[in-house]
């Protein structure tokens, strides 16, 4: 019986490219695996995937019964709504433990770094199997994703080490290079419907009692926003009540000034304020240097709603 392996819902590139690459090796050590996603590839995913000749994985989003890897979560909120009913044989994952638990012993790789596949190369390494070239080009495109481009504060020496190892058995030789045309593609937002945008890189999360979601859209120039930032917010404010979430917020990050404007929408602004030490206006800050969502917006929330509830 094959064993699935998958990303979070709204993959990204790590997502999509971790099931991908960790099935690769898991089938060469003689592990049949089938990669699958739960969602939509967004068009820098599909770039990705187009420039080293991969198809995309299949969707899939029932698991009863089957047995699975999950990459890049460990959230119950990002996992398949049946997961409990699945057999969880192993995570690879760099976020914060989540809630999800397995009822028997489980393979284990997760490590403080900037993205899956930092820790999928280290699992090929540990295994002694080799790359192949298209595959480590793309693991490092999920590297430069995930830290964009080595900025965020969630990368580290090892992500800047692997992608230099990636790069050479991929022939690359200008890795920032190939960064800036991720992060090009990724900015291309205009034919895009405000929903296809809050929920492209979306994440829902149980903070204390509350489901909190956050987005975030990584671009070269926020000015393209300047149109359509109003009908973002009313997006916002739509997703809140179909949820029925506590608070909705969405990151437009500018990779280049290195900085967020914060959207927000809550039903408590003051707890999101204090959380930050910030004042909204028009439900909007800029927040210089925030770049990461799982370091820099993520623990601050889960302080404040959980001293709130104390
Ligand atoms: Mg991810
Ligand atoms: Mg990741
Ligand atoms: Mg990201």
Same mark, same amino acid.
């Given at each position: 019986m094959a064993t699935y392996i998958f990303g979070h819902k709204n993959p990204d590139s790590d997502s999509i490219i971790g099931a991908i690459s960790l099935a690769y090796l898991k089938n060469k050590i003689g592990e049949e695996c089938v990669p699958t996603r739960q969602g939509i590839v967004t068009p820098e995913t599909q770039f990705i995937l187009d420039k080293f000749g991969f198809d995309k994985p299949i969707l899939k989003e029932e698991v009863a019964g089957e047995n699975v890897y999950l990459v890049d979560f460990s959230d119950f909120a990002q996992?398949?709504?049946? /997961?409990?009913?699945?057999?969880?044989?192993g995570i690879v994952d760099h976020h914060k433990l989540g809630d999800i638990t397995t009822s028997a012993p489980l393979e284990c790789w997760i490590r403080?770094?900037?993205?899956s596949n930092t820790i999928i190369k280290e699992m090929f390494d540990f295994h002694k199997i080799q790359i192949p070239s298209n595959l480590a080009g793309m693991m490092l495109c999920a590297i430069l994703s995930d830290t964009v481009i080595f900025k965020?504060?969630?990368?580290?020496k090892n992500d800047i080490e692997t992608s230099k190892e990636l790069a050479q058995i991929a022939g690359i030789e200008d890795i920032k290079k190939i960064g800036m045309e991720i992060f090009l593609i990724k900015s291309e937002v205009q034919n895009a419907s405000p929903r296809e945008l809050t929920t492209r890189d979306y994440k829902d999360f149980k903070i204390g009692d509350h489901k909190v979601g956050v987005g975030q859209l990584e671009v070269v120039?926020?000015? /393209?926003?300047d149109n359509i930032k109003e009908h973002l917010l009313a997006d916002l404010k739509a997703l809140k009540v179909e949820g029925n979430r506590h608070t909705v917020m969405l990151l437009l990050t500018d990779i280049i000034k290195e900085g967020s404007q914060l959207l927000v929408v809550s039903d408590d602004d003051n707890l999101i304020q204090s959380a930050f030490n910030i004042k909204l206006e028009n439900s909007q800050v800029w927040l210089p240097?925030?770049?990461?969502?799982?370091?820099?917006i993520i623990p601050f929330l889960e302080k404040t709603f959980n001293w709130k509830r104390l």
């Open positions: 996992a398949p709504k049946d /997961i409990e009913k699945a057999t969880i044989k403080p770094v900037g993205c965020s504060p969630t990368c580290t120039d926020l000015s /393209i926003f240097g925030v770049l990461s969502r799982k370091k820099q």
